[in-house]
């Protein structure tokens, strides 16, 4: 080691965090050790001299949040959980990366308990960390008061490494936190100059310190990751910040003291081998053929950590008492958003929509319903990636959140549909209920973090816009053809694609009342027509996922199903049908998964498979309706790309029209009777 030694106590916790490390990655046979071996010194520091944490309640809400956002270093996280006494034992790092156990391979939200997000996907957890420093401000604004203890005062710490400054995600999160001045986020960067292929001199030469000083971070460097007293002393400037985010550079080692690998590509992404172990123990004076030792004494040090946490939970649970007291309904509010409930009402002014020929776009819709629900839920918040004039998704009556100003529920993310989705995932993990909004094709920008909302059970709102072809003359590239399908096959994630404006109502009631899925709202540029619902089903069918919108007596000869502003085509040519005699019935069909986890019996009497033909009309690809309308069936949708021109021209020349869907619907029953006859 240098000569700049910790206490014989410090050293002690520091090495057995990496020993630790180094045999649970060595046992499984895989894993990444180099990098907690180099960051257990600032770890321990952090968490044994900085962190707000209560072991035994990992929910307290005011503790500081920590984010290891180079996630497959996640031993270094599973090590001092162990050891500051969370509800890990010493067999659970044992049984590192294997079946059923609580220490994956990535740090995953929910399973393991401490872990306060899913990461591993380089750059979404330093991101995550931005959403979080948001929410603690505008928790603060909201619900903490004058002349009071404060209700809400924690910090939030991530740690990253040279992957996540590589990826986008980064930077544009690090731009939003500069420009909202969130002084109450750390980012510590472990600049070890590793990655798998060797070298970052292969692919990253740029001046991360100057890049943040662009972004208006304070920027701040220990020169050796073994030198505990530059560390705290770094940490304790970083808290000091008022007016601005803080990155600590951080040069270290990887696989610090492993003779051969130390420094290396190898001790990045593979076990060091027992000889390398072993010559690294000896290195640390570690007893060499010891495995997964914990020191009495460190144990008794480190889990100090739960009576520190008691003590704070305590005095902290005194303040909540008096607070309820001076501030019942604010209290309230905070009950309800720490159990993620909903007010009684919240959606009592959620109007009905009159029948309309001409209808509303159902973004315009949507804007209603959301502003109506807004009063009622006050920390329902959220905002649009440029685009709110469009998306129809600004909270009337409401402030801007900016720097200065938290207490705002408009967001204004920016061109950064990226950072927006990953920022959306870290406050609600901070239980708001966020939304983010934009264009439909733009939804590529954001599939990592949806997909870690959707896997790790996060009620997020995604308002998507400008769902089809029907955005006309701004053409192909911005005409979303496989996205809606795409998001579709990510599980968890619940798509709702209205078909009016009443089917809006009902889709944002499913989405408030969902705890534990994100839904993501596809809406029309165009106007629809409202459905008359004394002569066709009630929206209410919505719930289901699909539902009978119109129907024949007796069984149907074809059943038409749509989503959005397809179903229209499809009720023009149902009627018709019904003119000329032809038993039809319309499904609208907004959101697969919701019909999927209905029963059997529903699903068949919605769609009885006895009624082989079956017209399916979306503007989107073809891939996936052959699950609904069978072999025997008809796909009206678009297998290519878009274009550029007016609305009625694409539709016509694409195939969307009334006249269209009827003829497949002749065109099925002439095969029906053909095959019939023969």
């Known amino acids: ?21 180094m045999d649970a990655v060595q046992k499984a046979n895989s894993g990444h050790p180099g990098t907690p071996m180099a960051l257990a010194p ?51 790092l044992k049984h590192f990366r294997q079946w059923g156990s609580k220490t994956p391979g990535h740090p995953e939200y929910g399973l393991t308990p ?39 005062d924690y910090r939030v710490y991530a740690i990253c490494g040279d992957g996540d400054m590589m990826e986008g995600v980064s930077s544009e999160a690090a731009s939003i936190a500069g420009h909202l001045g969130l002084n109450n986020l750390i980012w510590i960067y472990d600049n070890n100059r590793i990655t798998i292929e060797g070298s970052t001199d292969l692919a990253f030469s740029e001046d991360v310190a100057l890049r943040f000083m662009g972004y208006h971070w304070n920027i701040l460097r220990v020169s050796d990751a073994n030198d505990l007293g530059l560390i705290e002393r770094a940490i304790r400037t970083a808290q000091q910040e ?53 020191p009495p004494e460190v144990e008794q040090h480190m889990r100090k950590a739960v009576d520190r946490g008691k003590k704070w939970e305590e005095e902290w649970n005194a303040r909540l008492a008096e607070y309820k007291k001076a501030n019942p309904d604010l209290y309230k509010q905070w009950e309800m958003l ?13 109007q009905a929509f009159p029948p309309d020929p001409k209808g509303l776009a159902t973004r315009e819709s949507s804007g209603k319903v959301e502003n109506a629900i807004a009063p009622l839920v006050p920390w329902f918040l959220g905002g649009s990636a ?113 078909a009016d404006a009443n089917e809006v109502s009902e889709a944002w009631r499913l989405a408030m009342n969902m705890k534990n899925h994100p839904v993501f709202l596809v809406l029309s540029r165009q106007a629809l027509p409202t459905f008359d619902r004394t002569k066709y089903a009630s929206a209410a069918g919505l719930h289901k996922g699909a539902y009978i919108l119109a129907d024949c007596e007796g069984v149907p000869e074809v059943i038409l199903i749509g989503t959005g502003s397809e179903v229209q085509l499809c009720v023009g040519a149902y009627e018709q049908l019904k003119a000329e005699g032809v038993r039809a019935r319309v499904v609208s069909m907004p959101s697969w998964k919701t019909f999927e986890k209905q029963s059997a019996e529903y699903r068949d009497q919605v769609l009885p498979s006895a009624v082989r033909a079956r017209v399916a ?52 029953l002439q095969e029906k009777k053909a095959s019939t006859r023969a």
């Open 42 to 92: 600032v770890a321990y520091v952090l968490w044994d001299r900085f962190l707000r944490h209560n072991p035994r309640n990992t929910d307290w809400p005011n503790r500081d949040r920590f984010v290891l956002s180079n996630g497959h270093a996640s031993m270094l996280l599973y090590s001092l959980l162990y050891l500051t006494g969370y509800p890990l034992t010493l067999d659970d």
């Open 338 to 350: 720490q159990k993620k409930e909903l007010p009684a009402g919240w959606d009592a002014k959620i």
């Open 114 to 152: 401490g872990a306060e997000t899913t990461t591993g996907p380089l750059g979404q957890g330093v991101a995550n960390s931005v959403g979080m420093a948001i929410s603690e401000k505008w928790l603060a604004a909201h619900f903490n008061r004058e002349n009071q203890d404060l209700l809400v």
């Open 386 to 498: 440029d685009l709110a004039p469009s998306t129809k998704t600004l909270i009337a009556g409401e402030t801007d959140f900016e720097s200065g100003h938290y207490g705002g529920r408009n967001f204004h993310w920016g061109i950064r549909e990226h950072a927006m989705g990953s920022i959306l995932n870290g406050m609600a993990l901070s239980k708001l209920r966020p939304f983010g909004a934009g264009f439909l094709i733009f939804s590529d920008y954001m599939r990592a973090p949806i997909r870690l909302a959707a896997l790790m059970e996060l009620p997020v709102i995604y308002v998507f816009t400008h769902d089809s072809i029907g955005l006309g003359e701004d053409g192909p590239t911005h005409q979303p053809i496989e996205q809606l399908m795409s998001l579709r096959a990510i599980p968890r994630l619940i798509d709702v694609r209205p």
């Open 1 to 21: 080691m240098d000569s700049k030694q910790p206490d014989n106590i410090d050293l002690l916790c520091i090495n057995t965090i990496r020993t630790l490390s």
């Open 617 to 668: 009309v979306e503007t989107g690809t073809t891939l996936g309706w052959r699950e609904h309308v069978g072999l025997d069936g008809r796909i009206v949708a678009r297998a290519d790309f878009g274009a550029s021109a007016p609305i009625k021209e694409l539709m016509k020349e694409f195939g969307f029209t009334v006249e269209h869907v009827v003829a497949e619907a002749r065109a099925l």
């Open 242 to 294: 008022r007016t601005r985010p803080t990155l600590i550079i951080l040069d270290s080692h990887i696989g610090w003291g492993a003779p051969k690998k130390q420094d290396t590509a190898a001790a990045h992404g593979e076990p060091l081998g027992e000889d390398e172990i072993r010559a690294a123990k000896k290195f640390y004076g570690w007893p060499e053929d010891a495995h997964f030792l914990v």
